[in-house]
């Protein structure tokens, strides 16, 4: 009979790896947690479901979570249609302040040589007050999430609420995390009911409808300085006008919405 010190030198491995037993506790807690965030979070992956269980304390690393989803049989299922929030929406409540509830979304338009153009539009719920309107020809979850910084900067205040619908932008890590770190609720609409950000889309209209639908633009201008609903200043930004299209429009009076 062979000793344990021979047979680990004919196999080629050390005596403490033969003796070595699992101590592993079956990591149960960890897999009901994992398999409660995945239910709520349909369209996350392992790895944004381990940001969000460390976010809740829990000591991991991406590799046992990702070795726990697999024994779960946890996947995320690949479709064709536009990626959508799954979380539970509850009903929100009716504001009673200013800066507790904050909406915005997107309007599309374009400008006389056909390229597009978006603008993110942000109003305070309570009081109705245009916030902010960035305009671009792309405004990604980091853009989104720098013009809230400039707004909350300007304020002095963080909303609790923000309401938001479904689109990848609004959807991103980038304002996920941005949310996050300042403890904002991210309240999504359900998808196809624009209707639960009712006060957000009656602004959007009226932009549309006395704005846009009025002028044909050229080029978006670098400031649009107007009244808001509170006689405050509405303001657009963007960085694509060059400075012979905006004396231009000054001199044409296309730079401000005080006729709107």
């Known amino acids: 009979m062979l000793s344990e010190r ?7 491995i050390s005596r403490s790896s033969a003796r070595y037993r699992a101590r592993r506790s079956g990591d149960q807690e960890l897999r009901e947690r994992l398999r ?3 239910g709520k979070r349909r369209r996350f992956g392992y790895r944004r479901l ?3 269980l460390r976010r809740e ?15 779960e049989g946890l996947s995320v299922r690949r479709r064709k249609r536009k990626r959508v929030s799954r979380a539970d929406r ?10 507790q509830v904050w909406c915005l979304d997107f309007v599309q338009d374009a400008l006389s040589w056909g390229r597009k153009i978006r603008m993110l539009a942000t109003e305070d719920a309570f009081n109705r007050e245009a916030l902010a309107i960035e305009v671009d020809t792309s405004l990604p979850g980091v853009r989104v999430a720098r013009v809230l910084d400039r707004v909350t900067e ?3 205040a963080i909303p609790d609420v923000i309401v938001l619908d479904n689109g990848p932008e609004l959807t991103s890590r980038a304002l996920d995390q941005w949310a996050y770190e300042r403890g904002v609720r991210l309240h999504f609409i359900d998808p196809g009911k624009p209707q639960q950000n009712g006060f957000i889309e009656s602004f959007n209209g009226r932009l549309r409808d006395e704005c846009l639908n009025e002028h044909w633009f050229l080029s978006p201008s670098p400031t649009l300085g107007g009244p808001s609903k509170t006689g405050g200043s509405t303001t657009v930004r963007t960085a694509l006008t060059p400075p012979w299209e905006t004396s231009r429009r000054r001199r044409s009076g296309w730079t401000t919405l005080s006729g709107w």
């Open 36 to 38: 409660e965030l995945a």
């Open 154 to 156: 300007e304020r002095g």
């Open 6 to 12: 021979r047979v680990c030198g004919l196999v080629g």
């Open 57 to 71: 304390g829990w000591m991991v690393n991406h590799k046992r979570v990702y070795r726990l989803y697999r024994e």
């Open 90 to 99: 509850l009903p929100l409540q009716a504001p009673v302040g200013p800066d």
């Open 50 to 52: 381990c940001v969000m």
